[in-house]
């Protein structure tokens, strides 16, 4: 199971067009800025049901055709 994702740990999916990105039921407590790199085209991600706390500032940039973020059954407190 994923406890951290590094940014710019997608960074060499340059090509990935898949619409739909899922990370659910892992470990994920934090997500770095910058680590969506390479995604650019993926309309819908799942995060739901990991242990994220903290959304830090361009934790999604990169994602700029993104309709559609599930965070649900995490335990975020602090967006910055």
């Known amino acids: 199971q994923i406890e ?8 060499h999916f340059k090509s990935y067009d898949s619409k739909r990105f899922d990370l659910d039921f892992q470990l994920i407590g ?4 910058d680590t969506f790199q ?7 991600m799942s995060l739901r049901n990991n242990k994220l706390m903290i959304l830090r500032n361009r934790s999604f940039s990169f994602l700029n055709n993104l ?3 599930n965070l649900i059954k995490n335990f975020i407190s602090i967006i910055e």
């Open 30 to 33: 934090q997500i770095k800025p």
């Open 4 to 11: 951290t994702i590094d940014a710019k740990s997608f960074s």
């Open 67 to 69: 309709i559609n973020l």
């Open 38 to 44: 390479g995604l650019g085209l993926v309309k819908y």
